[in-house]
């Protein structure tokens, strides 16, 4: 019994540093950058981070009897599921189902990386006890933060460390949703570590001129405060999507999408992939074919030399995009039921839940807005799965 309770703690232990290091990692770039795109060395690194997970949780399976993995609602593993067989489908419905398995030369986050999120989501609820992971995300989440936020002011250094995502819209997605957790960590603390914090976060994305992230870190700072009013909980998801909604109305009014010199704005490829989903509704392009279905449409103008777009800049239409409006529904649906199972948990009340919904608000917004990394996707895809257990833990 002792030998197997000491396996147990060793073993638990090592995981401990695997997620950290894992976390932390994300923000690091590996290999030759100019043979190795800053994407793909960090899905490399995500792939293996998660395996290295997967190993400890067989571990655990093996070493402790009766091991049990945590049930999960009918509900969200039906929608999981149907949205991985709808992913698989449309994969290979679509224009290049090699290139939806392995993602494009430039990012790699084709289906194989965005199935191993789904699954780091799911390891990190099986994995650590609430009361491990409370300390561990945040702790980890604040190391990475501090690291991105010392690069972004001091580019030197974050050259010399390999810091970084080589794009600084994508940097602040990242600095913008690890901000609540970071914010949770200080709770206990002086209220001034708060709102260091958010200043600091304020500051680095306005020095970076990501406005998206600038717009979503403001926008959080509602959020936050309408959490804390029982009676106004419900404004959160509303103003979410106003805001969603009104900065799409702008921004299709302020830039001129018939002029040709405007070849890589937002409204233009709203517009066009806009069209590339009339074209396969059902199912469409295959997941991480945005290019082909961007070079498919024609219009407003003719253009010579367009520029290369591989992601749609928004994720629900990214989704509508590559898995047709059938993906898109089922992934909506798998968002909602998690909100509205922790709008109706008792536990929405603590701040550990308030953090992990804000966070996962945050990013549905800023995903919204810009391009997102794999960190920032595997930041969210945790929340989500410690978000399945608020209703019962």
Same mark, same amino acid.
């Given at each position: 019994?002792? &030998?197997?309770?000491?396996?147990?703690?060793? !073993?638990?232990?090592?995981?401990?540093?695997?997620?950290?290091?894992?976390?932390?990692?994300?923000?690091?770039?590996?290999?030759?950058?100019?043979?190795?795109?800053?994407?793909?060395?960090?899905?490399?690194?995500?792939?293996?981070?998660?395996?290295?997970?997967?190993?400890?949780?067989?571990?655990?399976?093996?070493?402790?009897?009766?091991?049990? !993995? $945590?049930?999960? $609602?009918?509900?969200?593993?039906?929608?999981?599921?149907?949205?991985?067989?709808?992913? =698989?489908?449309?994969? #290979?419905?679509?224009?290049?189902?090699?290139?939806?398995?392995?993602?494009?030369?430039?990012?790699?986050?084709?289906?194989?990386?965005?199935?191993?999120?789904?699954?780091?989501?799911?390891?990190?609820?099986?994995?650590?006890?609430?009361?491990?992971?409370? $300390?561990? %995300?945040?702790?980890? !989440?604040?190391?990475?933060?501090?690291?991105?936020?010392?690069?972004?002011?001091?580019?030197?250094?974050? @050259?010399?460390?390999?810091?970084?995502?080589?794009?600084?819209?994508?940097?602040?997605?990242?600095?913008?949703?690890?901000?609540?957790?970071?914010?949770?960590?200080?709770?206990?603390?002086?209220?001034?570590?708060?709102?260091?914090?958010?200043?600091?976060?304020?500051?680095?994305?306005?020095? =970076?001129?990501?406005?998206?992230?600038? #717009?979503?870190?403001?926008?959080?700072?509602?959020?936050?405060?309408?959490?804390?009013?029982?009676? %106004?909980? @419900?404004?959160?998801?509303?103003?979410?999507?106003?805001?969603?909604?009104?900065?799409?109305?702008?921004?299709?009014?302020?830039?001129?999408?018939?002029?040709?010199?405007?070849?890589?704005?937002?409204?233009?490829?709203? @517009?066009?992939?806009?069209?590339?989903?009339?074209?396969?509704?059902?199912?469409?392009?295959?997941?991480?074919?945005?290019?082909?279905?961007?070079? /498919?449409?024609?219009?407003?103008? #003719?253009?010579?030399?367009?520029?290369?777009?591989?992601?749609?800049?928004?994720?629900? &239409?990214?989704?509508?995009?590559?898995?047709?409006?059938?993906?898109?529904?089922?992934?909506?649906?798998?968002?909602?039921?998690?909100?509205?199972?922790?709008?109706?948990? #008792?536990? *929405?009340? @603590?701040?550990?839940?308030?953090?992990?919904? =804000?966070?996962?608000?945050?990013?549905?917004?800023? /995903?919204?807005?810009?391009?997102?990394?794999?960190?920032?996707?595997?930041?969210?895809? *945790?929340?989500?799965?410690?978000?399945?257990?608020?209703?019962?833990?």
């Amino acid at each position: 019994m002792r &030998l197997q309770m000491k396996k147990t703690l060793i !073993l638990r232990q090592i995981l401990w540093v695997i997620f950290g290091l894992g976390l932390i990692g994300l923000v690091f770039s590996f290999g030759d950058l100019s043979r190795v795109g800053y994407e793909v060395s960090k899905t490399f690194w995500l792939k293996w981070w998660v395996r290295l997970l997967v190993l400890g949780l067989w571990g655990y399976i093996f070493i402790i009897p009766n091991f049990n !993995l $945590k049930p999960i $609602k009918k509900k969200i593993s039906l929608s999981l599921g149907l949205l991985i067989a709808v992913t =698989l489908i449309s994969a #290979a419905a679509g224009v290049n189902w090699q290139q939806s398995l392995w993602g494009n030369y430039y990012r790699g986050d084709g289906l194989m990386t965005w199935w191993h999120l789904i699954i780091l989501g799911l390891a990190g609820r099986w994995l650590f006890p609430q009361k491990e992971i409370k $300390k561990l %995300l945040p702790v980890s !989440l604040f190391m990475s933060w501090s690291l991105l936020v010392i690069g972004s002011w001091w580019p030197e250094i974050g @050259h010399l460390w390999q810091l970084g995502f080589g794009n600084p819209n994508i940097a602040a997605g990242f600095i913008v949703v690890c901000t609540p957790l970071i914010i949770f960590l200080a709770r206990e603390r002086f209220l001034i570590l708060k709102i260091a914090v958010f200043i600091i976060s304020m500051m680095t994305v306005v020095y =970076l001129q990501a406005w998206g992230a600038v #717009a979503s870190l403001g926008l959080g700072l509602v959020m936050f405060w309408l959490l804390k009013q029982p009676r %106004l909980r @419900h404004w959160v998801v509303i103003l979410l999507l106003l805001s969603w909604v009104g900065g799409i109305v702008c921004l299709m009014n302020i830039v001129p999408v018939g002029n040709s010199q405007f070849t890589e704005s937002r409204v233009r490829i709203y @517009h066009k992939l806009s069209r590339a989903v009339i074209r396969r509704p059902v199912f469409g392009w295959g997941f991480a074919n945005v290019d082909m279905a961007f070079e /498919s449409i024609d219009w407003p103008v #003719a253009v010579t030399q367009d520029v290369y777009i591989d992601k749609a800049h928004a994720w629900f &239409l990214e989704m509508a995009v590559t898995t047709g409006l059938l993906g898109l529904g089922i992934y909506l649906f798998l968002l909602g039921n998690i909100y509205t199972q922790t709008m109706a948990s #008792a536990k *929405i009340n @603590h701040p550990w839940t308030q953090a992990l919904l =804000l966070t996962f608000l945050i990013y549905i917004f800023h /995903s919204q807005t810009n391009v997102t990394s794999v960190a920032e996707d595997a930041v969210f895809w *945790i929340c989500l799965g410690l978000l399945i257990d608020i209703r019962n833990s």
